[in-house]
């Protein structure tokens, strides 16, 4: 049963960095490409960036494009988002999922969520 457990959320200040981690389970990267979703309150939830398993090329919003990169541990079977120059309108509650992952966007896929990790960017 595939599973996603992200961690690494806190409170940073504007500017600051943080890396989110996103355990995945039950599929590998041959399979599925995955993904970062965030929620911001009182706003839908949007696309952040992605890795696809296919070609193995990350894809990035445009708000994150240059601060926000993926990483991909094959050993650990994790993915993370390290993200740098952070702002407030970064906050939100991060989710990974799988998804499909292309040059243009990424959408969720086979509705698979993890719990969610809460990022807060404030002074």
């Known amino acids: 049963q595939a599973q996603l457990v992200e961690s690494g959320g806190g409170l940073v200040q504007p500017g600051g960095s943080l890396t989110l981690s996103c355990v995945y389970s039950?599929?590998?990267?041959?399979?599925?490409?995955i993904g970062w979703f965030r929620q911001a309150p009182g706003k839908e939830r949007e696309g952040v960036a992605c890795?696809?398993?296919?070609?193995?090329?990350?894809y990035y919003e445009d708000s994150v494009e240059g601060r926000f990169a993926i990483a991909i541990d094959n050993a650990k079977n994790t993915m993370f988002l390290q993200m740098n120059s952070l702002k407030p309108e970064d906050t939100g509650v991060y989710y990974c999922?799988?998804?499909?992952?292309?040059?243009?966007?990424?959408?969720?896929?086979?509705?698979?969520w993890g719990q969610g990790t809460q990022v807060i960017v404030s002074s």
């Open positions: 890795f696809s398993g296919g070609t193995g090329s990350p």
């Open positions: 039950g599929f590998t990267l041959d399979d599925e490409s």
């Open positions: 999922a799988t998804v499909i992952c292309t040059v243009v966007g990424l959408w969720a896929d086979d509705d698979i």
